[in-house]
């Protein structure tokens, strides 16, 4: 399928900002009009089209570093979308504030789940694994949606309330990685402030946080 691709002329960046901008376009507007099972396929369609671009990359040899960044990104981008979509749904469409907190917990908590093992990667530490990974995600509030959708109310709830459990417990077992990274508590060198004037110290200045 990833050369099948390569030769139409599509690369992986492309197949990113297109599977993204799909399945955005999708959750707003087709979640918070009620259509849940149709959001649903469609959302799914597009994030399956969307990890073709890892199978275009290895077809071509390998992929860049932009296209990482760029395909974080964008996934960041979508998941943020799903949620709010489903956030307008359950506050206009249900009527529930408890569907809408779990809702904003999984909103809140799958970007601070990706973010931190960001953020600890860039600092040369670790913080994989945890029990919400995006593809748990992506399939727990998938189903809850469609099943919903297909005339089972109460799935969603179980759904989001599963998920944002789970995700908060994620972030804890991602900082407790990054606690437990070799080198993740020895003690940083502080950065010299800049002179304001050449020769003389800044007594204004403070050391870069």
Avoid at 38 to 57: E, H, N, R, Y
Avoid at 82 to 111: D, M, P, R
Avoid at 158 to 173: D, E, N, P, R, Y
Wanted: aromatic share 10%; net charge neutral.
């Amino acid at each position: 399928m990833g050369k099948a691709l390569v030769k139409t002329g599509l690369t992986p960046d492309s197949v990113t900002v297109i599977g993204t901008v799909a399945s955005v376009a999708g959750a707003v507007t087709l979640f918070p009009s009620g259509h849940l099972f149709w959001g649903t396929m469609f959302i799914w369609f597009f994030v399956m089209f969307d990890m073709l671009d890892g199978a275009m990359a290895r077809a071509r040899g390998g992929g860049t570093r932009y296209g990482a960044v760029l395909d974080a990104t964008c996934d960041r981008v979508a998941d943020g979308a799903i949620f709010a979509g489903l956030a307008w749904w359950a506050v206009y469409h249900e009527n529930s504030k408890w569907l809408l907190v779990a809702t904003l917990i999984c909103l809140v908590t799958s970007q601070v789940i990706s973010y931190a093992k960001a953020r600890a990667e860039a600092s040369g530490l670790t913080a994989d694994g945890g029990w919400i990974e995006r593809p748990d995600r992506l399939i727990i509030v998938l189903v809850g949606s469609g099943l919903t959708g297909m005339g089972l109310p109460w799935a969603i709830h179980i759904a989001m309330w599963v998920l944002a459990a789970g995700s908060i417990v994620t972030v804890f077992q991602r900082v407790l990685a990054v606690r437990n990274s070799p080198g993740a508590r020895e003690l940083l060198p502080i950065a010299p402030a800049a002179s304001t004037v050449e020769g003389a110290p800044d007594t204004d200045g403070e050391a870069e946080k």
